[in-house]
């Protein structure tokens, strides 16, 4: 495993986020692009063009974009004056582009706008869309995008063009299939951009490195040593204002389908024959591919189908929805390194604790004592190894003592920035790694439909579980 640094582009980028007012964009991408800029991380020659509708002058949308700026992030280390905030690039250099985007005529006027910023620069630059919308508009976006020619490079191999989207990628395999068909006729795979979030998180990047960096550990993974694989993803908030969105697809294909899962690929792929994109993906992709949904009595025996007491009064909530926002299921991984091993996903809102961690346990032949990884991502980022040592005394007498590696304190961390700041880094750079191939996207429902089948008919009753509770 080698580790690789990253120089800037030296080809200017635009970067375009259709939907540049919505919540996405102020939540996470306008504080991503700050710490990139406090970073010195954007390229030299960078403007930022947004689309939405309702129309800003350029010091009406200048004043959006920095209103949007966090200004006590910890990097920055105390408030920034407004001066300094106005030379942020993405601010000082910065278009806004009105219209519906179901509009033909809002990417005729995006893309006046993109070659004018072209011709300014004498040359082709990188451009970087980013799909900051409801997924019910990305056919939409994207067929206009691609028949307006906005996704073609002005020259030949001059300046690329990728675009990003969000999850969910579809509501299951049919529907995930229809888009990834109709990405597939517009764009190339090296185009596209498919986030989970959960890749670009320190704790989950640092489960390939404590695998792969250690002697210690490299082969621990391939003698059929591992016990069990619990992952969990427990949330202490509940739906809040998502009740419409939520309702409809429910915790198992709100986090199961896309970070459990991912977080299981992290934790049992093989190593990687080198870190280049493809061979990183090409591993994940191999777990994914060999995952094994529960047969019915599995489900039956130890699946757990939870709603928070309450869940029903949300608004965009239906008053008498099955909706889970729980779930606890078992898995199974048809390959011969982990073919005993018991796999365990669990994750939920309203459950009294944050608490995101992947529990590895090892055993040994003949033994009863085993030994635990313990990664976890909240509530503080550590790894936990728990070992076997004598007890001081004149007799073998064993205790358990842990180990342990906290990665920083919590509070220095900002939800989400950092996690979409290293996104759009590497969307910048060129770099795949931390993007869902189309693949790992097919392998991925294929695991979680059955499952949602035998729900959709009752295999798993549902049960009610006191808000803010242990489950
Ligand atoms: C999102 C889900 O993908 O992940 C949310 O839609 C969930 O419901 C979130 O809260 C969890 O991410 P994180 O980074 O807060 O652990």
């Given at each position: 495993m080698k580790s690789a640094s990253k120089s800037l582009p030296t080809v200017p980028t635009i970067f375009i986020v259709l939907g540049i007012t919505g919540d996405l964009a102020a939540r996470k991408i306008v504080p991503a692009l700050d710490t990139l800029a406090q970073n010195s991380l954007l390229p030299s020659r960078f403007e930022l063009v947004g689309v939405s509708r309702g129309t800003f002058t350029p010091t009406a949308f200048k004043d959006h974009l920095r209103a949007l700026v966090p200004q006590n992030q910890p990097t920055a280390g105390r408030p920034r004056a407004e001066k300094i905030v106005d030379e942020l690039p993405f601010i000082k250099n910065s278009t806004h582009v009105a219209g519906n985007l179901n509009d033909p005529q809002v990417y005729i006027d995006l893309k006046k706008t993109l070659d004018a910023i072209d011709a300014r620069w004498g040359m082709c630059s990188n451009k970087l869309?980013?799909?900051?919308?409801?997924?019910?508009?990305?056919?939409?976006?994207?067929?206009?995008?691609?028949?307006?020619?906005?996704?073609?490079?002005?020259?030949?191999?001059?300046?690329?063009?990728?675009?990003?989207?969000?999850?969910?990628?579809?509501?299951?395999?049919?529907?995930?299939?229809?888009?990834?068909?109709?990405?597939?006729?517009?764009?190339?795979?090296?185009?596209?951009?498919?986030?989970?979030?959960?890749?670009?998180?320190?704790?989950?990047?640092?489960?390939?490195?404590?695998?792969?960096?250690?002697?210690?550990?490299?082969?621990?993974?391939?003698?059929?040593?591992?016990?069990?694989?619990?992952?969990?993803?427990?949330?202490?908030?509940?739906?809040?204002?998502?009740?419409?969105?939520?309702?409809?697809?429910?915790?198992?294909?709100?986090?199961?389908?896309?970070?459990?899962?991912?977080?299981?690929?992290?934790?049992?792929?093989?190593?990687?024959?080198?870190?280049?994109?493809?061979?990183?993906?090409?591993?994940?992709?191999?777990?994914?591919?060999?995952?094994?949904?529960?047969?019915?009595?599995?489900?039956?025996?130890?699946?757990?189908?939870?709603?928070?007491?309450?869940?029903?009064?949300?608004?965009?909530?239906?008053?008498?929805?099955?909706?889970?926002?729980?779930?606890?299921?078992?898995a199974h991984l048809s390959d011969k390194r982990l073919k005993n091993t018991e796999i365990t996903l669990e994750g939920g809102k309203r459950l009294g604790q944050m608490l995101k961690e992947m529990v590895i346990t090892f055993h040994q032949e003949g033994s009863e004592l085993k030994n635990y990884i313990v990664f976890t991502l909240e509530p503080e980022e550590k790894i936990v190894l728990h070992l076997w040592a004598k007890k001081p005394g004149f007799t073998m007498e064993l205790e358990e003592h842990t180990f342990d590696f906290v990665l920083r304190d919590p509070k220095t961390k900002p939800q989400y920035n950092e996690e979409y700041a290293r996104l759009l880094l590497d969307c910048i750079h060129g770099d795949q790694t931390l993007f869902i191939r189309s693949d790992e996207i097919e392998a991925m429902w294929k695991f979680i439909d059955p499952i949602v089948r035998e729900w959709s008919k009752n295999t798993t009753p549902l049960v009610m579980y006191e808000p803010d509770k242990s489950f």
């Open positions: 869309f980013y799909l900051a919308v409801y997924p019910e508009l990305y056919e939409s976006v994207l067929t206009n995008l691609a028949s307006s020619g906005l996704t073609e490079p002005c020259a030949p191999g001059e300046g690329w063009t990728n675009v990003i989207i969000e999850k969910p990628f579809g509501k299951d395999l049919p529907t995930a299939r229809k888009l990834d068909k109709l990405i597939g006729k517009l764009f190339d795979e090296t185009q596209i951009y498919r986030i989970d979030h959960y890749l670009a998180k320190e704790m989950l990047q640092n489960v390939m490195t404590l695998r792969f960096a250690n002697p210690l550990f490299g082969k621990l993974w391939d003698v059929g040593a591992i016990d069990s694989i619990h992952i969990r993803l427990f949330e202490s908030l509940g739906v809040e204002k998502r009740g419409g969105f939520y309702d409809n697809v429910g915790a198992l294909r709100d986090v199961g389908q896309n970070h459990l899962l991912q977080m299981l690929a992290l934790g049992t792929m093989r190593e990687p024959k080198d870190m280049s994109a493809e061979s990183v993906r090409d591993r994940r992709v191999e777990m994914l591919k060999k995952l094994v949904p529960p047969t019915r009595g599995e489900l039956r025996k130890s699946s757990i189908r939870g709603q928070y007491k309450g869940y029903r009064s949300i608004e965009g909530v239906s008053k008498d929805s099955n909706t889970e926002t729980y779930f606890k299921i078992p």
